[in-house]
């Protein structure tokens, strides 16, 4: 069994920054990226950032310049979230591709971390 546990977020004025962190455990052979996605309320989630395996990264246009996604190790990754506006309050939900395991190949997500940016 799989999990992602997200830590980090929290309350923070604007201009101000936070970093999280997701960290996966479980019997894990390998993954093809890690990431974050953010859920407003009445929005979509949408995507922030990923990094594969491979250390590429990509970013939504709205973070670029102000979130970096990094990896730690092979399991955990972070968000350096920079600059922050009110308008990046959502609910920031860690997200782990391709995951290979004794079961297959699937994805999976962490339980989300609240982030809320005061202006």
């Known amino acids: 069994q799989v999990r992602l546990v997200e830590s980090g977020g929290g309350l923070v004025q604007a201009g101000g920054s936070l970093r999280l962190s997701c960290a996966a455990s479980g019997t894990i052979f390998s993954m093809n990226a890690m990431g974050w996605y953010r859920q407003a309320p009445g929005k979509q989630r949408e995507l922030v950032a990923t990094?594969?395996?491979?250390?590429?990264t990509d970013y939504a246009d709205s973070v670029k310049g102000r979130f970096t996604c990094s990896r730690v190790n092979a399991n955990t990754v972070y968000l350096q979230m920079n600059s922050l506006k009110p308008e990046d309050t959502a609910v920031y939900y860690c997200?782990?591709?391709?995951?290979?395991?004794?079961?297959?190949?699937?994805?999976?997500w962490g339980q989300g971390t609240q982030v809320t940016v005061s202006s």
């Open positions: 990094i594969t395996d491979g250390g590429s």
């Open positions: 997200n782990a591709k391709g995951v290979i395991t004794t079961r297959g190949r699937a994805d999976y």
